[in-house]
């Protein structure tokens, strides 16, 4: 298996635009994590998904961020409009069942200018 | 006061030296993680434990439920251990919640 795979790995773009980040969790894993990571705060957990349904999104910071996972091998965190502090690198994680270890994605380098 | 606190924030060793990471948390979990972060950015899961101790190589990694802390020991380090390491607690419902992590430089 090729892993969590996430795209793009880089994204620069002006503030105000939409910023969508995608992540393909690993075959047959039932849940996937959204975790965001900045200099001042480290890694915090924004939304995740059991079997493509939404859990706990309470750590989505405002309406601005939106996640999606329309089936299980698929999601998306969208932002819009984007605002310069949304600057973060964005890391998708997979998992396969409850109680086991997840596997990260390589992150998106979200910049916004 | 932060639910997941590691020590040190930074550590610097010479090659061959063992190292400690320490990690205390105030939240109940469901099991203790322990990840690594390269300098590239990727982050990998070393142990996830719940009791005891396990051991990978020259990794081990220790918890105590009662005093709710844990400990990363390397054994005979090498400079390819330089990262960055991640302690998390994880909830029952698999979320973490992430200390700040702590940077390890090995010199050769």
């Known amino acids: 298996d090729a892993g969590v795979i996430q795209s793009p790995r880089h994204e620069v773009t002006e503030m105000g635009q939409e910023v969508t980040l995608r992540c393909k969790p690993i075959s047959g894993h039932n849940s996937l994590f959204w975790y965001r990571q900045t200099m001042m705060r480290g890694l915090e957990l924004l939304i995740y998904?059991?079997?493509?349904?939404?859990?706990?999104d309470s750590g989505m910071p405002e309406d601005r961020f939106s996640a999606k996972m329309p089936n299980a091998s698929f999601s998306t965190l969208k932002i819009q409009p984007s605002e310069p502090r949304d600057s973060a690198v964005y890391f998708c994680a997979s998992r396969p069942v409850l109680g086991t270890e997840a596997f990260f994605g390589q992150g998106t380098r979200l910049t916004v200018v | 006061k932060n639910e997941v606190e590691q020590s040190p924030q930074n550590l610097t060793a010479q090659e061959g030296e063992f190292i400690t990471i320490n990690c205390s948390y105030s939240?109940?979990?469901?099991?203790l993680h322990w990840l690594q972060q390269h300098p590239g950015g990727g982050i990998v899961s070393l142990f996830m434990?719940?009791?005891g101790k396990k051991k990978h190589g020259r990794l081990i990694a220790t918890i105590n439920i009662q005093e709710k802390h844990s400990s990363l020991h390397i054994t005979a380090s090498h400079p390819r251990d330089s990262a960055v390491y991640i302690c998390?607690?994880?909830?029952?419902?698999?979320?973490?919640?992430f200390g700040k992590g702590t940077k390890l430089s090995v010199k050769p």
């Open positions: 998904f059991n079997n493509n349904v939404p859990i706990d």
């Open positions: 434990l719940s009791s």
């Open positions: 998390a607690a994880g909830g029952s419902q698999g979320n973490l919640i």
């Open positions: 939240v109940g979990i469901s099991a």
